[in-house]
């Protein structure tokens, strides 16, 4: 088994003006150990078009996307591992997050993915399920375990700490356990090659 480090991409997943996920994202890239090398996306940087190309990515795994996507999908195929970073909008997930989501295909095969969730009073648990569903069409494994942040705006304090760390902290640690494994796992799967 390789010591070296599994590449664990933390996507931003909220793209409003005024969003709390750079706090929440940074919190968590705090709580990674050696285990992983971290890159945190924030899909506000990137050029992302809710309209999608003509073919879908899954018939098309490289589709002509717009030049402000390219460090995107370059850093999204680089990754090892995905943590999503989200709140809930409307029971649901942010629409950007989902025009990524699908702008893309390969990017996501056979890899792990974790969740934090924060919102006002699902901790992001509506907006989780629902990635659950997606991330499994694309042949992405979620892991069971996830971080929540329900009425986050009473959790955190000024400087972006957590005002009672304990329990929010184990249950990152759970959960890099649970991505660690499982990305561990899929990195070896991928690397034989498929009979044909």
């Known amino acids: 088994m390789s010591t070296q480090p599994l590449k664990l991409a933390i ?3 909220s793209v409003r003006e005024g969003r709390f996920g750079p706090v929440v994202a940074n919190w968590f890239a705090q709580q990674v150990d050696d285990r992983f090398e971290v890159d945190v996306i924030d899909l506000a940087e990137a050029e992302v078009p809710a ?3 003509a073919v879908p990515p899954a018939m098309d795994p490289d589709p002509v996307r ?3 996507m390219t460090a995107l999908t370059e850093r999204l195929a680089a990754a090892d591992a995905y943590v999503i970073v989200t709140p809930d909008h409307n029971r649901s ?3 950007a997050l989902k025009a990524v989501i699908d702008w893309h295909f390969t990017q996501w095969d056979a890899k792990t993915i974790g969740f934090v969730g924060y919102s006002g009073a699902s901790g992001g648990l509506l907006a ?5 569903q997606v ?3 694309l042949n992405a494994h979620t892991v069971r375990n996830y971080v929540s942040f329900p009425r986050y705006y009473l959790l955190f304090d000024d400087e972006g700490g957590l ?3 304990a329990e929010s902290e184990a249950a990152a640690r759970a959960m890099l356990d649970q991505l ?3 990305a561990s796992a899929l990195v070896a799967a991928r690397s034989v090659p498929v009979a044909a």
């Open 93 to 95: 997930y942010p629409a």
């Open 51 to 53: 309209a999608l190309p």
């Open 66 to 68: 717009p030049a402000g």
């Open 128 to 132: 989780i399920e629902h990635l659950r």
């Open 135 to 137: 991330f499994n069409e």
């Open 163 to 165: 005002r009672e760390p």
């Open 11 to 13: 996507v931003i997943g």
């Open 180 to 182: 660690h494994w499982w």
